[in-house]
């Protein structure tokens, strides 16, 4: 099997698993396309972790997974018929047109990314890690856990999360062939997909400013102009990967869902379906690298805190239960990896080799300067987000609070712990500062400005359509008129939106 029906194999192997969960938490949103194989290779993951801490085969535990899943949902739907999907008449009723254009958009943003790949790019990361691990997991249980103790493969670094190891190695059976090339092409779907996942918030975004607007060519225009947008940064997003996109890194796949779990989980109006989506967006970032964990756990606790709140505001019973049980779910998935490592005595991943050169003051001067020097277009976005949600902040606040959106603060709580842990690493972490950040810091700081870029286009989003709302002409003197919108969507504190 050529490469290309070996990619479509691997889909469909994926979405096989990850058809019902996915169907299950967005319902009938256009998120539901990218979100439908990046389920099933959350369950890939999850696979690999149930082969290597109790033993069997990685497939026998992929298909046991998915059927578990699929049962689940099938309880759900009959004890809850509200959330079967056929009876969902919330969310994008009005606008599927134009989600349905958006989709195409953003689909063809990634065929033109993908387009790339006739060039082939294997990089050395891809080949002595992520196309590594598969080759591990085929094996069995007994190599799996002998690799993860064997200080010997530390470069190799055996203690990453599994999800895209496992969703090569399910590609690969699926394939019928264990080709490198085929690993690259599955590696930059699954970014594709990702990106897709995010760019849809940005639609979602526009539905939520427009769909109050009593004026239809208002309404379009908002529509029109997130579309573009959203297609505009989805290339942003593949641009600012560059090589990471295309050659078998696996930065752009947790960084890109990780932007997606802070759209629909913070940003959008706090519903079931929005925070079911966060979550699952939240498991495919923290079942694919190590960082990616840290800032999915966050995510999935911030997003936790803003369902309380809103629950106790509109008076529903046992909020901190659900908030909690809520954030159990992905705790869980994601930490399974982590502790069957402990249990298993896994030898601790080395990021980086050599002894440790410098004092915590000046490897925190070598890292900031770093920054600076080689993630120069990343800490530019940065900057401008950060000028644009003042102005945001000042001028559109009301209008953001009246469409029912979270706060960007949120975002930018994520940000601050995302480059604090990697910070955090660069000071403490082992080897010579200056060059860890010179190799690494176009992969570490790729979260932070994609997320960047979301903010600075949900702003956009919401002055296209500001003119919805003719008495917020001054933020502060309509600040008790949006006030009183937004509290029409839902009794919440006005600091959540």
């Known amino acids: 099997m050529d490469t290309l029906g070996g990619a479509v194999a691997g889909v469909v192997a994926l979405s096989a698993g990850g058809a019902l969960p996915a169907v299950a938490v967005a319902r009938t949103r256009p998120i539901v396309v990218p979100l439908v194989p990046l389920a099933g290779a959350a369950i890939a993951g999850l696979a690999v972790t149930a082969m290597t801490a109790v033993g069997a085969s990685f497939l026998t535990w992929y298909l046991a997974l998915s059927v578990i899943c699929a049962a689940t949902v099938g309880v759900v739907w009959a004890r809850w018929p509200r959330t079967r999907p056929w009876d969902d008449a919330a969310g994008s009723v009005g606008f599927r047109g134009a989600h349905l254009v958006a ?27 992520w196309l590594l691990h598969p080759f591990w997991y085929l094996q069995g249980h007994e190599r799996t856990v ?52 995010a760019g849809t918030a940005i639609v979602e975004t526009a539905t939520a400013v427009a769909r109050e607007a009593t004026d239809v060519a208002l309404r379009s225009r908002v529509v029109s102009i997130s579309v573009a947008l959203a297609g505009g940064v989805m290339f942003v997003a593949f641009a600012a990967a560059g090589p990471l996109a295309q050659a ?59 369902w309380y709140l809103v629950l106790r505001g509109s008076g529903a019973t046992r909020p901190l239960a659900r908030a909690v049980g809520f ?7 994601i930490g399974a990896w982590p502790l069957a490592l402990q249990l298993l005595g896994a030898a601790p991943d080395v990021p980086f080799q050599g002894p440790r050169e410098g004092s915590d003051a000046t490897r925190f001067v070598d890292a900031a300067s ?6 120069g277009t990343n800490v530019g976005a940065l900057g401008g987000a950060l000028a644009v949600a003042i102005l945001g902040a000042v001028y559109l606040r009301c209008a953001r609070r009246a469409a029912g959106l979270g706060s960007d603060l949120w975002a930018w709580a994520v940000i601050c712990v995302e480059l604090g842990v990697v910070c955090a690493a660069y000071v403490v972490g082992p080897g010579v500062a200056s060059r860890w950040v010179q190799v690494s810091v176009a992969r570490t700081t790729l979260f932070a400005a994609l997320e960047a870029w979301w903010i600075l286009t949900t702003w956009a989003v919401i002055a296209a359509g ?17 006030a009183s919108l937004g509290a029409e969507k839902l009794d919440e504190p006005q600091w959540v939106r």
Not at 466 to 482: D, I, Q
């Open 466 to 482: 500001r003119l919805r709302y003719p008495h917020l002409a001054h933020a502060g003197a309509g600040a008790g008129a949006g």
């Open 103 to 129: 989709g195409l958009v953003g689909l063809g943003v990634c065929a033109i990314f993908l387009g790339s790949l006739k060039a082939p790019m294997t990089q050395f990361d891809a080949r002595g890690v």
């Open 327 to 333: 954030a159990a779910v992905p705790w869980v998935l």
């Open 370 to 375: 770093g920054f600076v020097h080689w993630a």
């Open 248 to 306: 078998g890194y696996a930065d752009l796949v947790w960084a890109s869902a990780a932007v997606g779990a802070v759209a629909y989980g913070l940003v959008l109006e706090c519903t079931a379906p929005n925070v079911g989506v966060a979550a699952a967006l939240a498991t495919v970032a923290g079942l694919t690298k190590l960082e990616g964990s840290i800032v999915a756990a966050v995510i999935v606790g911030l997003v936790a805190v803003r």
């Open 146 to 197: 002998a690799v993860l103790r064997d200080r010997g493969y530390a470069l190799a670094h055996p203690p990453y999360p599994p999800l895209i190891g496992g969703s090569v190695a399910l590609t690969w059976l699926a394939a019928g062939t264990k080709s490198l090339r085929l690993g690259v092409v599955m590696i930059a779907l699954l970014g594709a997909l990702s990106v897709l996942a």
